[in-house]
């Protein structure tokens, strides 16, 4: 079973770096597609940043630029680079995985990812 826990949020001020770490359970985790997304309190969840196995990327357009997201497959880890960070980026972080679905697919199809971790808090403000 694909277990998975977010790490690295936090408080920071507007224009500054985070960095979120998602720890993955399972032998073949480097074969799904994984993917941070994101919910602020009165909004819908919205996909962030996924990640093909093959490495292939896709991005919202709110954090094109800002943000990168990575995996490291020996570690079983998926990481997401923020930099430039706004009020906006204000929300709860959550890791996701699915199996089968393309990182374009996974974006905006949030309710179709099979695992799900518990959430890393970031808040931005001064």
């Known amino acids: 079973e694909v277990q998975l826990v977010e790490s690295g949020g936090g408080s920071v001020q507007p224009g ?18 994984m993917g941070w997304f994101r919910q602020a309190p009165g909004k819908e969840r919205e996909g962030v940043a996924t990640i093909n196995s093959g490495g292939g990327t896709s991005y919202a357009d709110s954090v094109k630029g800002r943000f990168t997201i990575s995996r490291d497959n020996a570690k079983k ?6 930099n430039s960070l706004k009020p906006e980026d204000t929300a709860m972080y959550y890791c996701a995985a699915d199996r089968w ?15 799900w971790g518990k959430g890393t808090l970031v808040t931005i403000s001064s």
């Not at 679905?101 to 695992?115: C, H, P, V």
Request: overall charge neutral; proline content about 0%; hydrophobic content about 40%.
């Open 16 to 33: 500054g770096s985070l960095r979120l770490s998602c720890a993955a359970t399972g032998y073949t985790i480097s074969r799904y597609c």
């Open 101 to 115: 679905m393309t990182s374009a697919q996974a974006l905006n199809n949030a309710d179709a990812m099979d695992y």
């Open 77 to 82: 880890t998926l990481y997401l680079q923020m």
